[in-house]
């Protein structure tokens, strides 16, 4: 594990963002608190590119709808809001 200030950050950016992709926990400190970096994984670039996408914002719009209309759906579970994801 590696602790850097905010200086140190700025002045060698790409070699602290190398050491967080290769694994090694990089964490900074600031007056503010402690924030660790983190390489972002295939899987939250998906899921950030669908909740920027039409499909996404034509989905919300039709739940929307349906809730202004009393038609809402309780969900419990995962199961159930996989079941209701498939459904749309």
């Given at each position: 594990?590696?602790?850097?200030t905010g200086?140190?950050?700025?002045?060698n950016?790409?070699?602290?963002?190398?050491?967080?992709h290769k694994g090694?926990?990089v964490?900074?400190s600031?007056?503010?608190?402690?924030?660790?970096?983190?390489?972002?994984?295939?899987?939250?670039?998906?899921?950030?590119?669908?909740?920027?996408?039409?499909?996404?914002i034509?989905?919300?719009a039709?739940v929307?709808?349906?809730?202004?209309e009393?038609?809402?759906?309780?969900l419990?579970?995962?199961?159930?809001?996989?079941?209701?994801?498939?459904?749309?």
């Amino acid at each position: 594990m590696t602790v850097i200030t905010g200086r140190q950050f700025r002045a060698n950016q790409s070699k602290y963002i190398r050491m967080a992709h290769k694994g090694e926990r990089v964490i900074l400190s600031s007056r503010a608190g402690y924030a660790e970096l983190t390489p972002i994984s295939e899987d939250d670039k998906k899921f950030d590119e669908y909740l920027n996408s039409e499909e996404f914002i034509n989905n919300s719009a039709k739940v929307l709808q349906e809730y202004k209309e009393g038609k809402g759906t309780t969900l419990r579970c995962a199961e159930d809001v996989e079941k209701w994801f498939d459904s749309l």
